[in-house]
């Protein structure tokens, strides 16, 4: 039995594995078919076979909600479809091999497979997520930096937008080539800063680049000292980064305080019970 389950798994899997890749990378035809396409305006339809077909449906359904989570990581809908895909086989290959090690009844190994699937699934989602909250703390950091450096450079006598500019240049960090050519786009496109700043944090979902432009926005209209405002929201997101550490470090106090009481008990209980078991014994 154990034989026929591993076989079987074995089956499964590599089905799985021909179908994810054949479906996210097609076999290419000749190159005389492919140019022929090309010039006869077919290439699009050559290309699109089933697979990629079923492929296009599931990032044509890829929610909104995780647009700014894609963005702010750099990727497209289809790296994040065929992520989620490479999970769910991740999934189904290991719930398979572990039923064959437990010895699951082979009845019961397609409901394992689907589960494992879904969990899969699911988990790409996650993974997408949980990179992105990390992201958005790392931004809120650069912002701290960056908004600094610009007012120090306010000081020394450049404009507010030039400042920006600078400070922006300052660092080699995704962070700060993310801001460099959002400024960029400003200048290029001759809007004001706190416009694609705004537009920025929009995209990304990051709610400091939002704060950022509502201030620069009421400077540019009502009037006021940049470089007051640019060193307080730096001294904010500071407090706040650091308000986040000390939350996350009482978190773990308490997750580990649950685990060193159990282990209390139970050496309590390992050094008494010998006792109260001699003292009661006649």
């Given at each position: 039995?154990?034989?026929?389950?591993a076989v079987?798994?074995?089956?499964?899997v590599?089905?799985?594995?021909?179908?994810a890749v054949?479906?996210?990378?097609?076999?290419?035809?000749?190159?005389?078919q492919r140019?022929?396409a090309?010039l006869?305006?077919?290439?699009?339809?050559?290309r699109?076979?089933?697979?990629?077909r079923?492929r296009?449906k599931?990032?044509?359904r890829t929610?909104?909600a995780v647009?700014?989570d894609?963005?702010l990581?750099?990727r497209?809908p289809?790296e994040?479809?065929?992520?989620?895909?490479?999970?769910?086989?991740?999934g189904?290959?290991?719930v398979?091999?572990l039923?064959?090690l437990?010895?699951?009844p082979?009845?019961m190994l397609?409901l394992?497979?689907?589960?494992?699937?879904?969990?899969g699934?699911?988990?790409?989602?996650?993974?997408l997520?949980d990179?992105?909250?990390?992201?958005?703390?790392t931004m809120?950091?650069a912002?701290?930096?960056w908004t600094?450096?610009?007012?120090?450079?306010?000081?020394a006598?450049?404009?507010?937008?030039?400042?920006m500019r600078q400070?922006?240049?300052a660092?080699?960090?995704?962070?700060?080539?993310?801001?460099?050519?959002s400024?960029?786009?400003a200048v290029e496109?001759?809007?004001?800063?706190?416009h694609?700043?705004?537009?920025l944090g929009d995209e990304?979902?990051?709610?400091?680049?939002?704060?950022?432009a509502?201030?620069l926005?009421l400077?540019?209209?009502?009037?006021g000292?940049?470089t007051?405002a640019?060193l307080?929201?730096?001294?904010?997101?500071?407090?706040?980064e650091?308000?986040?550490?000390?939350?996350?470090?009482k978190?773990?106090?308490?997750k580990?305080?649950?685990?060193?009481?159990?282990?209390?008990?139970?050496?309590?209980?390992f050094?008494?019970?010998?006792?109260?078991q001699?003292?009661?014994?006649?």
């Amino acid at each position: 039995m154990t034989l026929f389950v591993a076989v079987a798994a074995g089956l499964l899997v590599g089905a799985g594995t021909v179908a994810a890749v054949w479906g996210i990378r097609p076999p290419l035809a000749p190159l005389d078919q492919r140019v022929e396409a090309v010039l006869s305006g077919r290439y699009a339809a050559h290309r699109s076979g089933p697979w990629r077909r079923w492929r296009d449906k599931l990032v044509a359904r890829t929610p909104t909600a995780v647009l700014p989570d894609l963005a702010l990581l750099g990727r497209t809908p289809a790296e994040f479809v065929t992520g989620r895909l490479a999970w769910a086989a991740g999934g189904l290959v290991a719930v398979v091999l572990l039923a064959g090690l437990l010895g699951v009844p082979l009845q019961m190994l397609p409901l394992f497979a689907a589960a494992g699937t879904v969990a899969g699934w699911y988990l790409g989602l996650h993974e997408l997520r949980d990179a992105a909250a990390k992201r958005r703390r790392t931004m809120a950091l650069a912002i701290a930096a960056w908004t600094q450096m610009a007012a120090m450079m306010i000081r020394a006598g450049l404009g507010v937008e030039q400042a920006m500019r600078q400070a922006a240049t300052a660092g080699t960090h995704w962070t700060f080539r993310m801001l460099h050519s959002s400024l960029v786009r400003a200048v290029e496109d001759r809007r004001p800063t706190w416009h694609t700043l705004a537009a920025l944090g929009d995209e990304t979902d990051v709610s400091e680049l939002r704060q950022l432009a509502a201030e620069l926005r009421l400077i540019d209209t009502v009037g006021g000292s940049p470089t007051e405002a640019l060193l307080t929201r730096a001294q904010t997101l500071r407090e706040q980064e650091l308000a986040d550490q000390l939350a996350a470090i009482k978190a773990a106090e308490v997750k580990q305080a649950v685990p060193l009481a159990l282990l209390g008990i139970c050496l309590t209980a390992f050094v008494v019970y010998p006792a109260v078991q001699s003292f009661l014994s006649p």
